[in-house]
């Protein structure tokens, strides 16, 4: 009996310590990604201002394809960093929503035609179909919302090489509060077999496909959205036929605006261009893009390098 208690005790020490060794290890990791991560937003961000700033300035004709291709590369470069360090945030409970009223119909118009583009090049009709009957405003996290919509939409568009896709907005419930509305991605692209399904929302997971490889990228997009969705208190769901095309969808729980509020809302565009700036930042590179950003439409910008100095 003696010699079972001393090994038990002996091994629940050995498993404390392994499971001290392991939390300290992740934060380790945790802290290494973010920090890693935000010191290449730093320059990355330098050089995509500089690539939109020399493509506004006049550049030769045989320099615009190469300035294309920098911006593009360097946009997707922030993209993958931006995921990693969001996949880190979510893993670690350190995002929160930031909720706010939008223009519904707007907001989901500007979403697609961001990526329009895309479409256009690979010849296939995206399209926005929204219920007739949703409220103008609805409160949402207009950041994490574009992001899943963006991922979305981009793999639909990224796995179908004819047909179309189209995000859908419908009304499910209404009240005089709040509705309840399901955002849906359908496309006519590859599908995703069935074994693959659960796999996919895994992070730096993909299905094994050809075209997969083809269009590269980490396996990050679906496992963020799928969190992300998760904290807006959803899931995500997925309905997909290889060969045919897949349709992912979640419905959302918004708050509306009241009619109180809608009617003294400002329709007007506001000028900018008399205000006085005040840009607080350190880093000499980014005062140098957000200066040009700001001045060019028309801000009078006055810059301060710390917050004390910003302060005095
Ligand atoms: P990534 O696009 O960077 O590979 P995601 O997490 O966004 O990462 O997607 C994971 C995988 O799920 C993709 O590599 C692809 O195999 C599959 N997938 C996602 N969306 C679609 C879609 N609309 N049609 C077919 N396959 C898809």
Known sequence: IFQALILSRIFTENWRQAKLEAEQLAVAKSDFLSVMSHEIRTPLNAVIGTAYHLMESDPKPDQVDDLKRLRNSSENLLSLINNVLDYNKIESGKIELDQSFVSLKSYCETQVSLLQPLADQKGIVLKLMCDQDLPEQVCIDRTRVGQVLTNLIGNAIKFTSEGHVILRVALLRESD????????????????????????????????????????????GLAISKKLIELMGSTIEIKSEPGIGSKFSFVLTCQKMD????????????????LKVLLVEDNEMNVLIAKRQLEKRGMQVVVASSGAEALA
């Open 177 to 220: 509060v709040d509705i309840d509305m399901r955002l849906e991605v359908e496309d006519t692209g590859s599908g995703i077999a069935a074994k693959d399904i659960q796999k996919i929302f895994g992070a730096f997971e993909q299905s094994n496909n050809s075209l997969t490889r083809e269009y590269g990228g980490v396996g990050l």
């Open 259 to 274: 009619e109180v509020k809608l009617q003294v809302q400002s329709k007007e565009p506001v000028d900018l261009s008399s």
